[in-house]
Nanobody
Framework: HVQLVESGGGSVPNGGSLRLSCAAS????????LAWFRQTPGQEREGVAT????????YYAASVKGRFTVSRGTAEDSVDLQMNSLKPEDTAKYYC???????????????????WGQGTQVTVS
C-alpha cells in the first residue's frame, strides 16, 4: 500500500482558489494512478480528478472540468490539485487515493483504489 498525506485545505469565499497537495510514498519502479475524491456527510465519495504518474495524463469529472487542474507536485512524489472558481457545492472533505492499475472505467470508482489519505476539508461559502 502507498502512504498518502493531504494538505492545503481551508475556507475560501465563493469564486476563490485553493491548492491541495498529496505527498505519496511511491515505488520509483512502478507507475500509479493517483486520484482526488471528495465526500460530504451522508454521500458516497465522488471522483474529482485522476493523474497517471506514467505519462502524466489527467482526467476530470464533469463537475470540475475547466476549474480544477491535477498535476505532479513540486515536492518529490506528490500530486497537486489546483482548484479555481470554487463554488459552495465544492465544499467537501477531499481525499487522495492511489491504485497501481487504473483502466478508464475505474478512474473515478472509489472501490478500485486501495490506498487512501486521511482527507483535508475544503469549505466554500
Amino acid at each position: 500500500h502507498v502512504q498518502l498525506v493531504e494538505s492545503g485545505g481551508g475556507s475560501v469565499p465563493n469564486g476563490g482558489s485553493l491548492r491541495l497537495s498529496c505527498a505519496a510514498s511511491l515505488n520509483p519502479d512502478s507507475d500509479y494512478c493517483l486520484a482526488w475524491f471528495r465526500q460530504t456527510p451522508g454521500q458516497e465519495r465522488e471522483g474529482v480528478a485522476t493523474f497517471y504518474t506514467g505519462g502524466g495524463a489527467a482526467y476530470y469529472a464533469a463537475s470540475v472540468k475547466g476549474r480544477f487542474t491535477v498535476s505532479r507536485g513540486t515536492a518529490e512524489d506528490s500530486v497537486d490539485l489546483q482548484m479555481n472558481s470554487l463554488k459552495p457545492e465544492d465544499t467537501a472533505k477531499y481525499y487522495c487515493a492511489a491504485a497501481s492499475i487504473c483502466p478508464p472505467e475505474n478512474r473515478f470508482v472509489a472501490g478500485r483504489f486501495d490506498s487512501w489519505g486521511q482527507g483535508t476539508q475544503v469549505t466554500v461559502s
